[in-house]
């Protein structure tokens, strides 16, 4: 139990174009889900938190603008990077939490390559 | 300071021996800590955590806990070469629901 799932699994895009991945918590349903960056070589980035039918939270020094997080149901939450730039170029890892458990549950991640 | 670290190693031990990972927060705040393996070019999977002072053991593994030292450490029995990953060490911010990482400790079990 307790999968999440995430799609694509890589993208290729060009600079200037927006991306959106997903992340699917495939049998339960998550109160929060959480959004990380990892860099080669560097550990996870929390970017953001979100909540099922509110605006999410984002960490000091990541642009809400840029990387737009929709949480529209308690299985679902997208990620869009609009006017994505090669230093966008990530590893994008999702997770979810059940509710009054603090255990974080990954999905498989993104790796978003922008030429 | 930074909220937890970890020496980035990288860690080698020969197979079948004890592998030791460490980890210091600086949040006494902290309640729960986790450990994460992650594989190159996979996601972190949890391999345990632990919420109270001492041991706790999980198979051949073992997450030992220090609050008032601010130390939470990972012990790998009988090392194999499959425990070849980056372990992370998560720690559960006080009064909330984030996670911080560590930068992770390349560990490398060699046959």
């Known amino acids: 139990g307790a999968v999440v799932s995430q799609h694509p699994s890589w993208v290729i895009c060009k600079s200037g174009t927006s991306v959106k991945i997903e992340c699917r918590s495939l049998?339960?349903?998550?109160?929060?889900m959480f959004w990380y960056r990892q860099f080669p070589k560097q550990s996870l980035m929390l970017m953001a938190t979100?909540?099922?039918?509110?605006?999410?939270?984002?960490e000091q020094g990541v642009e809400k603008d840029k990387f737009l997080i929709n949480h529209a149901s308690l299985t679902l939450s997208t990620l869009t990077v609009t006017s994505a730039h090669p230093e966008d170029s990530s590893f994008y890892i999702c997770?979810?939490?059940?509710?009054?458990?603090?255990?974080?549950?990954f999905g498989p991640g993104t790796r978003l390559t922008v030429t | 300071q930074k909220e937890v670290e970890q020496n980035s190693g990288p860690l080698s031990v020969p197979e079948g021996a004890i592998a030791s990972l460490n980890c210091t927060y600086s949040?006494?705040?902290?309640?729960?800590f986790f450990w994460y393996r992650q594989y190159s070019g996979k996601s972190p999977e949890l391999i345990m955590f632990?919420?109270?002072?001492g041991d706790k053991e999980d198979g051949r593994f073992t997450a030992q806990l220090n609050k008032a030292s601010q130390y939470v450490s990972l012990l790998i029995r009988d090392s194999q070469p499959s425990d070849s990953a980056t372990y992370l060490c998560?720690?559960?911010?006080?009064?909330?629901?984030?996670?911080?990482f560590g930068k992770g400790t390349k560990l490398t079990v060699n046959p």
């Open positions: 979100s909540n099922e039918g509110s605006k999410a939270t984002y």
């Open positions: 632990i919420y109270s002072n």
């Open positions: 049998d339960f349903q998550a109160t929060t």
């Open positions: 949040d006494r705040g902290s309640q729960s």
């Open positions: 997770s979810a939490t059940q509710p009054g458990n603090y255990e974080q549950y």
């Open positions: 998560a720690v559960l911010r006080g009064g909330s629901e984030k996670l911080v």
